[in-house]
């Protein structure tokens, strides 16, 4: 069945330094991967997505990078900042067939000041 | 606010009862989703409209909910004789659709409706 696996469950990093989240999926047949910030009481807010016929997407400080081989796509937040602190949800997605978005179970990041 | 919204942002209930949520997606996203969120978990897919035709249902949608799109503009989610499993936030979700007739990727979420059950 479909699943994405997301690993940490909670990251604590120092303000300045890199944060990555990693995941993977089980479905062969997904090909878009988005990825979302979840603040507390807040709503889900997407940050950054990837197609699998991308390798790596840059967006400033966030960079999420997909090995389609090996079903593992992962999240890179370089010079992390207060305003990071959140979870986040990897997901994964079917084109061509069902709409429905898998997420992951979450990593919830601390920036320690 | 031109986001998705839902209506109401929080529901207490009694087990038993029956209650109804409201999302209102972005003007002329043609595709609308419907999911439940526990905490400490990610979104779990309940159902999703294209236009007024709802197009998946998850396995996790018994047969006491139930979804409608009538116009293909917003939509309701029911739940009848609610137990207190049913406790969640309930996210409703649209995506646009882009030239050619072809569903943006990006899925936009609303602000969710916070369910308690007694």
């Known amino acids: 069945g479909e699943n994405v696996e997301q690993h940490p469950s909670t990251l604590s990093v120092q303000e300045g330094d890199s944060a990555v989240i990693k995941c993977t999926y089980s479905?062969?047949?997904?090909?878009?991967f988005p990825w979302y910030k979840q603040e507390l009481g807040k709503r889900p807010q997407l940050i950054i997505d990837?197609?699998?016929?991308?390798g790596e997407k840059k967006d400033q400080r966030i960079a999420v990078t997909l090995n389609k081989t090996a079903k593992h796509f992962s999240l890179h937040i370089t010079e992390t900042q207060p305003e990071d602190s959140a979870v986040y949800f990897c997901?994964?997605?079917?084109?061509?067939?069902?709409?429905?978005?898998?997420f992951g179970s979450g990593t919830r990041l601390s920036i320690r000041p | 606010d031109t986001g998705v919204s839902q209506d109401p942002r929080h529901k207490i209930t009694k087990r038993g009862q029956n209650v109804t949520f409201r999302c209102d997606p972005i003007?002329?996203?043609?595709?609308l989703y419907w999911y439940r969120q526990t905490l400490g978990q990610g979104p779990e897919f309940l159902t999703y409209?294209?236009?007024?035709?709802?197009?998946?249902k998850s396995r996790l949608l018994s047969d006491r909910f139930s979804a409608e799109r009538p116009k293909g503009s917003f939509s309701t989610l029911e739940i009848q004789r609610t137990e207190q499993g049913d406790s969640a936030m309930y996210l409703c979700?649209?995506?646009?659709?882009?030239?050619?007739?072809?569903?943006?990727?990006?899925?936009?979420f609303g602000p969710g409706t916070r369910l308690t059950v007694l």
């Open positions: 990837i197609r699998s016929n991308v």
């Open positions: 997901a994964a997605r079917r084109y061509s067939s069902a709409s429905k978005i898998i």
């Open positions: 003007s002329e996203h043609n595709r």
């Open positions: 479905d062969s047949a997904s090909n878009y």
């Open positions: 979700a649209s995506s646009p659709r882009l030239a050619g007739g072809v569903s943006g990727d990006t899925q936009y």
């Open positions: 409209f294209q236009n007024e035709a709802q197009l998946e």
